[in-house]
C-alpha cells in the first residue's frame, strides 16, 4: 500500500476525517501530505485518464484537508486543493471563461450529513418544509452550452469552475445536444443568449459495446464508463468523439440574457420543465419532494433502483426548488449551500491481490480467482474477487503483491476491475496455471482460445460438490444450510453422488459426520423438506443446464409448464421459447435426450421433489382488483365465485368502498348494489361476470 492516510469508517466503506492533529506544526505536516497525494490524484485522473484512488478515496482525503484546514485556517493557503474545483484545464484546448462560475457540490456521505444540510436550509429559510428536487447523480463530465439566438455557437468542459476547455467541435458531434433550440409552447421566449449546463455520460450499455468492439480489434479495455466519457470528449480529434456512443442530460442554467442575469423560473422543476420544452434531454427520474422525509425516501428508492438505470450514478444531488430561495442561501467558497450531492455507498474500493488460485466449478472449468485483502465494498467486505478465466487474468495481467481496484456491483460477483500499476514494485508474481486439476489430479487442458481450463476427470468430486451448491442455490433449490464444508464432506464421504440422494439423508447419517451436531442435522433435514415444492422455474435453474440462467428457466417453466414435457422437446422446439438460440436449444436438448439425466431428475421426482407450475399470470381484467359480491348467482356458488375471481389475482371483499372496481350482482342483490350506483363503482351482472372469467381463464 501506499501512504494511504489512516481513516475511520461510517457506513458501507465510506471514510470521514479522523480527528485532525493537535498541533499547528503536525497540521502543517499533514496537510502538505494531502495536498501533494490530491493533486498526485488529480493529475492521474484528469490529465493521465488512469486514476490510482477510487474516488471515495479521493473524497476522503479531501475531507480530511478540509477538517484540517477548518481547525488551522491559516493553512487554508490560495494552492490549496479546497480552494478550488479539481480540474485544471488542459492547455491542448483553446480556454474558455464561464460568464457565470460553474460551482461544484458539497457531499454528504450519511443520513446525519444529510440532516446537517437541510438544518442549514432551514436555518436561512425558516422552519416551513423546503420542496426540493431530487435528481440522479450521473457519473460522467459537466459542461456547458452557449446558445446565442437558440442557435449552439459554443460548449466548454467545466475545467476548474472559472476556466474550462473549448470542446465545442465534440460537443457538437453528441446526438441529443439540440444545435438549435426550439422555440417554447409555453413559458418565456429563448433568450439572446443562454448557457444550459448539463451531464455528458455514457450509458452502461453503450459502454459495454465500445469495449466489446476494443476487445475485437486487440485494443485495451476502457475502466470505467465515467473516464471514458471525459476522454472521449477531451479529444482532439472531434472525429473520434463522433464514434463514442456519448449520452447528455441537462440540468441547470448559467447566465439568461446580455447581462448573464438569472433564468426567469420561480422554480427549479420549472427550468427543468423549459430545457425539455426547448428540445433538451432531461433526466425523468428527477423528482420534486417536500422535506427531509421526502429527500429521504427519494434516496431510498434511487438507491433501490441504482443497478436498474441505464446508466451508472454515484449518488443523489438535492437541490432547492425555489430560486428565490436559493439566492437567500448563496453559497460557500466554490458550493452553493442550495444543494449537496448525497452519495451512495461506493462500489469500488482498492485492495491487494494476496493469492491467486484456481476453483472447480460444476461444468469443471478452472476459475482463477484472486483472493484479496479484505475491504468494504458497496456495503460488503469483500476478500474473493473472480478473474473469470485465463483470458481475462491474462488480459488484466493481474499478478499476486498487485494493487487492484475491485468493483461489486449489487448481486454481481466482485470483480478486479484494474491493476494499478503505477504502485507495482517489481515483487509482483505472475501466477502460473496448473495443468492438473487441483482437486482430482486429472490432466486440466486448456481450449484452443485460451479462454477455459478445464478438468479431464469424469469423477471430479468438486464437479459434484460445485453441482450440488449450485442445486441447493437461493435461485435454486434453496435449500439452507449446504456451505462449502457440508457439501465437500458428503461427497468425500461417499453419501452423496448425485442431487436425489441429499433428500435421503437421515439423522443418524448426518450426526455421524465430522463436526455435526443433532441441532445442526435436523435443520439441515428441515431445509430439505422445505425445499420440496420449489417452483418450476427454480427446479430447472437447479439443474445446472449449461446456459440456463434465471431468465432461461423462467421461459422454459412458462413454455412447458412440466419437467417431463421437456423430455420430449427436441431443439426445433427448444428454439420456440423465448429467447432460446439454437446454440443453446442443442446443449438443453442434449441434456434432456441423456439417459442419465433423465434417470437424475426421475431420482428427484420419486424422492418427493414437486416442481410447482407457473403461477398463471395476473394480466387479466381481475388481476389485482377488489371485487364484492353480491345476490344469487345461478352458476356458481358464492365460494366458487370467489376462488375463480382469486385465481385470476383479484380480492374478494365483503363491503362496497371506493376502492371496489366491481360489484358482481346476481338474483336480489339489495343494499350494496344501491350503495355501489351511488359511488359510481362498476356493476356486473352474472352473464358480463361468466364472460370476464372465461376472458380471464
Ligand atoms: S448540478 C451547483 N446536477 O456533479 C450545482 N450536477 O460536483 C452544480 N452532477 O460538476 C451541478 N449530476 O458533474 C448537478 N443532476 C446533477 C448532476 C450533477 C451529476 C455532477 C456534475 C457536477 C458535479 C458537482
Known sequence: MTDLPSVKKTWSGVRTPRPSPVDADTARVRAEQLKAQIARADHRYYVLDDPELTDAEYDALVRQLQAVEAEFPALRTPDSPTARVAGAPSERFRPVTHRVPMLSLSNAFSDEELAEFDSRVHRVLGPEDVPYVCEPKLDGLAVELVYVHGQLVEGATRGDGSVGEDVTANLRTIRVVPLALRRPEKGPAIPSRVEVRGEVFLRRADFARLNARREQEGEPLYVNPRNTAAGSLRQLDPAITASRPLSFFAYEMGGWGEEAGTAPFPRHAEKLAWLEAVGFPVNPENRTVIGLEGVRKSYDA???????????????????????????????????????????????????????????????????????????VGGVTVSRATLHNPLELKRKDVRVGDQVFVRRAGDVIPEIVKVIDSVRTGTEKEYAFPDHCPVCGAAAVMDEDGAILRCTGLDCPAQLQARLQHFASRGGMDIEGLGDKLAAQLVDSGLVKRAADLYRLDLPTLTGLERMGEKSAQNFLDALERSKRPPLRRFLYALGIRHVGDATARALADHFRDVRALYDADAEALTRVKDVGPEMAKVMAGFFSEPQNREGIEALLAAGVGPQPPEDTWRGPFAGKTVVLTGTLAALTRDQAKEEVERRGGKVSGSVSRKTDFVVAGEDSGSKLKKAAELGVKVLDERAFLDLLAAAS
Open 302 to 376: 434511487f438507491l433501490a433502483r441504482r443497478h436498474a438505470l441505464a446508466y451508472e450514478v454515484d449518488g443523489m444531488v438535492v437541490k432547492v426548488d425555489g430560486e428565490d430561495a436559493r439566492r437567500r442561501l448563496g453559497q460557500v467558497s466554490k458550493s452553493p449551500r442550495w444543494a449537496i450531492a448525497y452519495k451512495f455507498p461506493p462500489e469500488e474500493a482498492r485492495t491487494k491481490v494476496e493469492a491467486i488460485e484456481v476453483n472447480v466449478g460444476r461444468t469443471g472449468a478452472l476459475t482463477p480467482v484472486a483472493f484479496l485483502t479484505p475491504v468494504q
